[in-house]
């Protein structure tokens, strides 16, 4: 059952335009979002996180978005730069119960010089 | 400062052999996990601990153990390895309280033939 989704595998994006990775998640008990970065031969990053109480948190140029009647956030990285290529992961804490980290599949995002 | 650190970073098991993974962490952690990355699936979680003496099963536990003796040590034991457990396999652990991120190691790329 995979609580944390990451529907798309890969995105391409130019130098500069918009990078928009998306995340759908089922367990409404979740208290907190995170997203990672990850580059090959190395273990994930800590990119930027979000309480269940808010909608939007901002840091630099990332931005996540959450939308809790859709179940859904998304990142927002403007503008995309070359060392943006990584995989990003969403992952999802239940702080209430079991202080699981669940983590959603990757996307591979790729910036087009 | 080293964070977590895993132990070894390459290995190489014929099918029937056991081994152990070592995470340590110098950060004062008291969450501390075990994931598993294969192409296409995401991190996985193995086992993971909410403190010294406690462990908890997470996504995909079958073939592993796991012990916490000490606060800053996570081992990860593989007692009769088989061909699917070839992977990389990565440590994290976190502080207690919110959405705290969590602190990856640098991966252990376990083959198993």
């Known amino acids: 059952d995979q609580q944390v989704k990451q529907n798309s595998p890969s995105l391409s994006v130019q130098e500069g335009r918009i990078s928009i990775l998306n995340c759908d998640y089922t367990?409404?008990?979740?208290?907190?979002f995170l997203w990672y970065k990850k580059y090959p031969a190395e273990g994930p990053t800590f990119l930027i996180s979000?309480?269940?109480?808010?909608d939007k948190n901002e840091d630099g140029r990332f931005t996540v978005f959450l939308n809790k009647s859709a179940k859904h956030l998304s990142l927002h990285i403007v503008p995309s730069q070359p060392g943006d290529s990584a995989v990003y992961f969403c992952a999802a804490i239940s702080n209430f119960g079991n202080e699981k980290l669940t983590f959603g599949t990757g996307t591979r995002l790729t910036i087009i010089p | 400062n080293a964070g977590v650190t895993q132990t070894p970073k390459f290995r190489v098991l014929k099918t029937g052999q056991s081994m152990t993974l070592l995470c340590a962490q110098d950060m004062n952690h008291e969450y501390m996990y075990w994931y598993r990355q294969d192409p296409g699936m995401g991190l996985r979680l193995i086992h993971y601990?909410?403190?010294?003496?406690?462990?908890a099963k997470g996504e995909v536990p079958d073939g592993y153990n796991v012990s916490r003796l000490k606060k800053q040590n996570f081992l990860l034991g593989l007692e009769s390895a088989a061909p699917s457990q070839t992977s990389v396999y990565f440590c994290a652990s976190r502080r207690s309280g919110g959405g705290t991120e969590a602190f990856f190691g640098q991966g252990t790329r376990l083959t198993v033939v």
């Open positions: 367990n409404s008990m979740f208290d907190y």
């Open positions: 979000i309480s269940s109480i808010k």
């Open positions: 601990s909410v403190g010294e003496g406690t462990t």
